[in-house]
């Protein structure tokens, strides 16, 4: 028998988002092994790793040898973040078929960030974008800061909407929005979603939580029923940013398929499989640094 609710996408990001800001190396074996047990729970989009310099992220030095490990499974897209055109070219040689491109709606956190204005980071993704597309290979865009930042403050709802026009017109497939430090309320998720589905329809935008304020639930419940569709979470709810500071985990992929499943809708996930894939990658990051 079919199951006639409606289906809400969940990305997973903690092999990428998740681990990146982690002191603890975590292991070759351990990640693709961790990648197995996500796809076993159900995730049809896993983000991968990063192409960025390792000097900036140790934790993704990896990026190639975890990418010719994963198990490679029909209907599963694997992504990757590309700061350049250095970086795709690198994914495209690790068969990746969906890239992300990342800037932010506050101007101080692109400078720490990216070391660049926000028009500087949206005009460097003109020739990925189109490197990526003339490659097959799907865009996903980034914003960061949706909501506030960590070194300007509040962040106004037009002002996110702005980057997202931008974003559309050099031809980014996909628009995610990311409340990097954890602050937003309901009602703020509300007005930035309303602002943005100006330049996107609400079921095709992306929201990217994180639990700083431990609000991230009540904030994806507000965007189920506005109409949000896909949502990134984090199995275990690990994660944080190294450029924000103070930024506790992305909301937990367990918890974002407890809201889904009790509001209605289907996130087509096996519940038993994705625990066994959070503790897994819990106790991995436990294990003592330079360990076994």
Known sequence: MSDARPTVALCEVAP?????????????????????????????EIEVTSFVSPKWVPQ????EAV????????????????????????????NVRKVSVFTAASEGFVRKNINATIAQSIERFVPVVRRAHDAGVIVRGYVSCVIACPY??????????????RLSDVGVDELDLGDTIGVATPDEIARMLESCAEVRAMHELVLHLHDTQHR??????????????????????????????????????????????????????DGDALGVAARFIVAALAKPIGGD
Not at 17 to 27: K, P
Not at 68 to 89: D, F, H, K, T, W
Not at 152 to 159: M, S
Request: net charge negative; with cysteine; proline share 4%.
């Open 16 to 44: 990428r988002d998740g681990l990146q800001n982690e002191a603890r190396i975590v292991s070759v074996d351990d990640k693709v092994r961790f990648i197995e047990l996500l796809i076993a729970a159900g995730l049809r």
């Open 60 to 63: 993704l030095a990896d990026a």
């Open 67 to 94: 990418l010719a490990r994963i198990p490679r499974v029909e209907g599963v897209c694997y992504s990757a973040l590309v700061p350049n055109e250095q970086g795709l070219e690198r994914a495209l040689a690790a």
């Open 152 to 165: 300007d403050g509040a962040i106004a709802p037009e002002a996110v909407r702005e980057v997202c026009a």
């Open 216 to 269: 991230a639930r009540a904030c994806a419940a507000r965007a189920l029923q506005l109409g949000v569709r896909k949502f990134d979470s984090s199995a275990g709810g690990i994660g944080g940013c190294p450029y924000a500071p103070g930024a506790s985990g992305n909301i937990a992929t367990e918890s974002l398929r407890e809201l889904c499943e009790s509001s209605g809708y289907s996130a087509s996930l």
